[in-house]
């Protein structure tokens, strides 16, 4: 059964869909003249609310349904079944009214001017948006600021680069001050520092503004960097729906000890732990949190050996999500 967890405490819900389907006609071929019609199922009975001021990690394989979920959330899209609401409207019926009210990010396509300078793109598109001009230059300096755009603002657009292109979007897609923001996958591509920024930018815009951002990405470091909430997607359903934290603990319950010994030996003998690798003098050893400390095992190895160093790691998120995957379904 699927189950629509309450918004965040405290947080009005600014997004809902209630028991949504989206079904696809599809033809075949099964032969040299003939088609065979399927129905494709591409979001199968999802519920779900997200509270005021969230930011929430949207994730799933290729083809489990999340730009499907994310066209009926903008109003691309009319669902099958069921009922959709984003900031108080019907995204379908009130295309034009919630336009003024969301912002839409795109990894691989751009809402600026191919050919015009940046800054002409961002004032473009305050028309578009009918917003106030000292409204406009009020956020079009904070974002400029804090995105580090001012060196590449007199730039065409067609010779940005990847990193830059990104950002001068993002902020494309804030200038109106919308109350909720769409990420599909927001950094791909990007380098190192390019990331760093606008990670920083997206925690700098959720914490101060309140905006809630919803993001699909494949880069789950992203999700471990930007997100409290974590809803995982598979074939079309919601399969989990947690905090990060309470996922993360629910599917990542082991720990792992890394011990760097005076010199090779064989694995170690360390009761409630195992080793899960050696590199030399380095070994692995994996323990369940639940049923084991780091303080017991740490005791153990230095008790059977000498030891120059040691650390402790958590698992990570690319774990956890793989760990639900490959768990059985909860019904």
């Given amino acids: 059964m699927n189950h629509r967890p309450d918004p965040a405490p405290g947080a009005d819900p600014v997004l809902e869909l209630d028991a949504v389907s989206k079904e696809f006609i599809v033809y075949r071929k099964t032969g040299r003249l003939r088609r065979k019609r399927t129905t494709v199922r591409a979001v199968d009975n999802i519920s779900l609310a997200v509270g005021s001021g969230e930011l929430v990690g949207y994730i799933g394989p290729n083809g489990a349904g999340k730009s499907t979920t994310i066209k009926m959330l903008t109003g691309i899209l009319m669902p099958s079944a069921g009922r959709v609401s984003v900031a108080g409207v019907d995204p379908q019926r009130h295309r034009l009214e919630l336009a003024r009210r969301i912002g839409v990010v795109f990894g691989q396509r751009t809402q600026l001017w191919w050919d015009l300078p940046l800054r002409d793109s961002f004032e473009l598109l305050r028309h578009v948006y009918r917003v106030p001009a000292q409204r406009h230059a009020e956020n079009l300096e904070r974002f400029v600021d804090l995105l580090d755009?001012?060196?590449?603002?007199?730039?065409?657009?067609?010779?940005?680069?990847?990193?830059?292109?990104?950002?001068?979007?993002?902020?494309?897609?804030?200038?109106?001050?919308?109350?909720?923001?769409?990420?599909?996958?927001?950094?791909?591509?990007?380098?190192?520092?390019?990331?760093?920024?606008?990670?920083?930018?997206?925690?700098?815009?959720?914490?101060?503004?309140?905006?809630?951002?919803?993001?699909?990405?494949?880069?789950?470091?992203?999700?471990?960097?930007?997100?409290?909430?974590?809803?995982?997607?598979?074939?079309?359903?919601?399969?989990?729906?947690?905090?990060?934290?309470?996922?993360?603990?629910?599917?990542?319950?082991?720990?792992?000890?890394?011990?760097?010994?005076?010199?090779?030996?064989?694995?170690?003998?360390?009761?409630?732990?195992?080793?899960?690798?050696?590199?030399?003098?380095?070994?692995?050893?994996?323990?369940?949190?639940?049923?084991?400390?780091?303080?017991?095992?740490?005791?153990?190895?230095?008790?059977?050996?000498?030891v120059l160093d040691l650390s402790i790691e958590d698992p990570d998120i690319e774990d956890v999500v793989t760990r639900i995957y490959t768990s059985p379904p909860t019904r």
């Avoid at 920083?200 to 470091?221: K, P, Q, S, W």
């Avoid at 997607?233 to 005076?262: N, P, S």
């Avoid at 690798?277 to 230095?302: E, H, K, M």
Wanted: proline share 6%.
């Fill in 149 to 306: 755009m001012q060196p590449f603002l007199d730039t065409p657009v067609r010779q940005l680069s990847l990193g830059q292109r990104m950002r001068g979007d993002i902020c494309a897609a804030l200038l109106h001050d919308p109350v909720i923001l769409y990420l599909d996958e927001p950094t791909i591509g990007l380098d190192v520092v390019s990331k760093a920024r606008v990670r920083e930018f997206l925690t700098t815009i959720n914490r101060d503004r309140g905006v809630t951002i919803m993001l699909t990405t494949h880069d789950l470091a992203d999700v471990e960097r930007l997100c409290t909430r974590l809803v995982v997607i598979d074939h079309g359903r919601v399969i989990r729906d947690g905090t990060v934290a309470a996922i993360k603990e629910a599917f990542g319950g082991y720990r792992t000890v890394v011990v760097d010994l005076e010199r090779p030996g064989p694995p170690l003998a360390v009761p409630g732990a195992r080793v899960v690798d050696t590199d030399g003098p380095r070994q692995w050893l994996r323990f369940d949190r639940r049923t084991t400390t780091a303080a017991a095992v740490i005791n153990s190895v230095v008790a059977q050996a000498s």
